[in-house]
């Protein structure tokens, strides 16, 4: 049973670069979150999606968009790279309905 | 707004010893979850625990136990018998429910457990 699959693992960007993130959820998950944690800091919940539609959203800027496609799987979108943006960025499936959240290994992404 | 308090920065212990890693949360909605997840190095959230809100016992996953004292606002973990493998972050989380949805999970500032042999 595959877990949630994140990629790239590592990657570096400039700043004003664009960059996207990728997720597959969980075998048998419809609904995926993305969560940017900062160095020494707890994860900060970026949006919601469900039936391809965004269906909550943290406080970020809308810099950060995403997508979710028909097979549930995730993009996360970044503009306008800032060294602020640099993270672990992490994305997380659950079943609506359940309350057991899988989270992937994560994204390490880097603004230079 | 939900806030996670986790006011252990760092934890030594020695290994085959209890952990008792405390959490506090807020929150004004009466249907929310509490999970407690572990984070080595490499990143990964591994989820270890949930609670309900509305659950009447406290939740057990192996070695790890949960102590939810609702009226206090407390969700602590409790690991028996630690292992040199259980050194990692620890946050603790809370998701509230409402309008037939869930909201995102909001974190604490973490917890990092070092098991000493």
């Known amino acids: 049973d595959a877990g949630v699959t994140q990629s790239p693992t590592h990657l570096i960007k400039t700043r004003g670069q664009q960059v996207t993130l990728r997720c597959s959820p969980k075998?048998?998950?419809?609904?995926v979150s993305w969560y940017q944690q900062a160095l020494g800091q707890g994860p900060q919940f970026i949006f919601q999606y469900y039936e391809e539609e965004e269906r909550q959203r943290g406080n970020f800027p809308d810099r950060f968009s995403g997508h979710q496609f028909p097979n549930y799987s995730s993009e996360l979108n970044v503009n306008a790279l800032l060294l602020g943006d640099s993270a672990l960025y992490l994305c997380?499936?659950?079943?609506?309905?359940?309350?057991?959240?899988?989270f992937g290994e994560g994204s390490w992404l880097t603004v230079v | 707004a939900q806030k996670i308090t986790q006011t252990q920065p760092g934890m030594f212990v020695q290994e085959k010893e209890a952990v008792t890693l405390d959490c506090t949360y807020d929150t004004s909605d009466p249907s929310y979850g509490l999970f407690w997840y572990k984070q080595p190095s490499s990143g990964e959230m591994i989820f270890l625990i949930y609670q309900g809100s509305y659950d009447q016992q406290n939740a057990t996953e192996g070695r790890y136990s949960l102590n939810f004292q609702k009226a206090r606002k407390s969700a602590n973990l409790v690991i028996s018998a630690s292992q040199l493998g259980d050194s990692a972050m620890y946050f603790c989380a809370i998701r509230v429910y409402s309008g037939g949805g869930a909201d995102g999970l909001t974190f604490g500032k973490g917890t990092h457990l070092i098991i000493q042999p």
């Open positions: 997380a499936s659950t079943l609506v309905g359940g309350y057991t959240i899988y």
């Open positions: 075998s048998g998950h419809d609904t």
